[in-house]
T-cell receptor, first 116, second 110 residues
Framework: AQTVTQSQPEMSVQEAETVTLSCTYD???????LFWYKQPPSRQMILVIR??????QNATENRFSVNFQKAAKSFSLKISDSQLGDTAMYFC?????????????FGKGITLSVRP | NAGVTQTPKFRILKIGQSMTLQCTQD?????MYWYRQDPGMGLKLIYY???????DKGEVPNGYNVSRSTTEDFPLRLELAAPSQTSVYFC?????????FGQGTRLTVV
C-alpha cells in the first residue's frame, strides 16, 4: 500500500517570501503521479500542481514549483512570492498509474498561514 | 457542465438514524470516490467505483455502503449513524489524472 507523509502540521510565512512544504511517500510502484492540492476555508479542493514520476524535470505552475527527488521519495512544494490568498491547507497526494485501482492517497495536510 | 455535485452541504443526524449523501457528476467519468476528512487526518478513502455496477472498499468502509447503478450517480449510505461518523465528506471523480471534487458535506452525528 502507498503512504504519504506530511510531517509538518503548520507553517507560517511572511507575505512576498518563499516557503517550502515537505512531503514524502512510500511505494513500490514505478509508474505513479504526485499532486499538491490546496484547500482554502471554503473547503473546495483545488489542484495546485502535478508531477509524473517518469519525468525528471520538476513541474512548475507560475509561483508554485516542486522539488521531486524520486530516489529519496520526496516531493516538496515551493511557493514563491507568497500571497495572502495562499493561506489554506495543502495536501500532498499519490496516485498509481492509470488502471483499475487508480485512487488518490492523501497525506494529513499542512496548514499554511501567510502573514501580512 | 456542473462538475461534481454533492447534496446536502450540511446535515445533523441523531445517533441511529440513517441517511444518503448524494453525488452526481455530468462528465461521464468512470472513476468515482468517497472520502471523509477529519481534522489533522487528511482525506481517507471510504469507497470507490471504477464504473457502473462496480464498487470496492477503501481504507475506512465500516458503517457505510455505496451503489453505482449509473455512471452519473454514486450515493453513500449511512445506515446507523454513530458519533464517529461526524466528519466532512467529499465525493470526487477522476479522469486522465485530474480529480474533480464536490463541495463537501459537513455531517454531525449527535
Amino acid at each position: 500500500a502507498q503512504t504519504v507523509t506530511q510531517s509538518q502540521p503548520e507553517m507560517s510565512v511572511q507575505e512576498a517570501e518563499t516557503v517550502t512544504l515537505s512531503c514524502t511517500y512510500d511505494t513500490s510502484e514505478s509508474n505513479y503521479y504526485l499532486f499538491w492540492y490546496k484547500q482554502p476555508p471554503s473547503r473546495q479542493m483545488i489542484l495546485v500542481i502535478r508531477q509524473e514520476a517518469y519525468k525528471q524535470q520538476n513541474a512548475t505552475e507560475n509561483r508554485f514549483s516542486v522539488n521531486f527527488q524520486k530516489a529519496a521519495k520526496s516531493f516538496s512544494l515551493k511557493i514563491s512570492d507568497s500571497q495572502l490568498g495562499d493561506t489554506a491547507m495543502y495536501f500532498c497526494a499519490f496516485m498509481k498509474g492509470p488502471g483499475a485501482n487508480s485512487k488518490l492517497t492523501f497525506g494529513k495536510g499542512i496548514t499554511l498561514s501567510v502573514r501580512p | 457542465n456542473a462538475g461534481v455535485t454533492q447534496t446536502p452541504k450540511f446535515r445533523i443526524l441523531k445517533i441511529g438514524q440513517s441517511m444518503t449523501l448524494q453525488c452526481t457528476q455530468d462528465m461521464n467519468h468512470n472513476y468515482m470516490y468517497w472520502y471523509r476528512q477529519d481534522p489533522g487526518m487528511g482525506l481517507k478513502l471510504i469507497y470507490y467505483s471504477v464504473g457502473a455496477g462496480i464498487t470496492d472498499k477503501g481504507e475506512v468502509p465500516n458503517g457505510y455502503n455505496v451503489s453505482r447503478s449509473t455512471t452519473e450517480d454514486f450515493p453513500l449510505r449511512l445506515e446507523l449513524a454513530a458519533p464517529s461518523q461526524t466528519s466532512v465528506y467529499f465525493c470526487a471523480s477522476i479522469r486522465q489524472l485530474e480529480a474533480f471534487f464536490g463541495q463537501g458535506t459537513r455531517l454531525t452525528v449527535v
